[in-house]
């Protein structure tokens, strides 16, 4: 008799546009593991029973994806303590004693810059654009990272003093408004805000990225962003978009469901479609 596959999902609104199925199937694939891993729409508000009808009909676990990161944080009954600090959980792990919450966004972002393209943070002055969900993911393992400096920028201005406070116990982070930019440069930086989804910028200063500074959006899409694309026209050494952090905290979270690590860079390939990056 054939059992079924241990079974996993990535829950979200909008979810369609998904890339964690395919991601999933490549992990299980390349690394002989026996699962079906699917996408799951929910609607505003329903999270929590959607979570519980998946995990009673025998689900292992959940990604959890825009706008549900902090829903699954509730939901979890025991959190590590990357996704108790970032107030957001985008892995669940359904075991016999409980649900146990976990948020992997941070060390996928670390792994794509340090590993994947060799960037060295420490020293560095890193500008964060965003006061959100994204951003609030990230800001730990940044701040594990001896950094010179690290400000939070955001357009409504309290949410960018009220994050770098909550984060302030683990190194020098400060927040600001946009016009506090000015002559000011940084050599790092990354874009957490949503902005991308209206096709915008923030409005940041011409000279704000250093000489040799790199660009990082958190998002990705089949043509470069328009933050990737604003980061090469102002210079940058590199100019990244977010597909390789997907890839990699997905990789964080296949481990943590099967005990195993998957090979990320034929997967990242796999998913440029073999052509020339969308990133620079
Ligand atoms: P997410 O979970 O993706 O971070 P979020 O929590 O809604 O989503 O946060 C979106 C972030 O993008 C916020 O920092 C938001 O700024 P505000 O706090 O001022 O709303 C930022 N953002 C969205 N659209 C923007 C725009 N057009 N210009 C600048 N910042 C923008």
């Not at 096709?199 to 998002?219: F, I, K, Q, R, S």
Request: net charge neutral; aromatic share 8%; hydrophobic share 45%.
């Amino acid at each position: 008799m054939t059992t079924r596959p241990d079974q996993y999902a990535v829950m979200g609104n909008p979810i369609a546009h998904s890339k964690s199925p395919r991601i999933h199937a490549l992990f299980a694939a390349q690394t002989g593991q026996r699962l079906e891993y699917r996408a799951i729409l929910v609607e505003p508000g329903g999270f929590a029973v959607a979570a519980r009808a998946f995990r009673d009909a025998g689900g292992k676990g959940l990604n959890v994806t825009v706008p549900f990161k902090q829903d699954a944080w509730v939901f979890a009954d025991l959190l590590s303590v990357r996704a108790e600090r970032a107030g957001a959980v985008n892995t669940l792990i359904f075991e016999p004693g409980g649900v146990r919450g976990d948020n992997t966004d941070g060390p996928g972002l670390m792994r794509d810059l340090t590993v994947n393209h060799g960037y060295r943070l420490a020293g560095q002055r890193v500008l964060l654009l965003g006061a959100g969900g994204a951003a609030r993911g990230i800001l730990q393992p940044l701040l594990m990272e001896r950094l010179a400096q690290l400000v939070i920028v955001n357009r409504t201005v309290s949410k960018a003093l009220e994050l770098a406070l909550r984060f302030s116990d683990l190194g020098r982070v400060s927040g600001c408004g946009f016009p506090e930019l000015a002559g000011r440069q940084f050599d790092l930086i990354i874009n957490a805000t949503s902005a991308g989804l209206e096709n915008v910028v923030p409005p940041l200063p011409d000279d704000v990225l250093a000489a040799d500074g790199w660009c990082y959006d958190l998002t990705y899409g089949s043509e470069p962003t328009v933050f990737v694309r604003w980061g090469r026209e102002h210079g940058a050494a590199r100019s990244l978009d977010g597909l390789g952090m997907l890839v990699e905290q997905a990789a964080e979270a296949f481990q943590l469901w099967r005990g195993i690590w998957p090979e990320t860079g034929p997967v990242i390939a796999a998913l440029r479609g073999g052509q020339s990056s969308a990133a620079s």
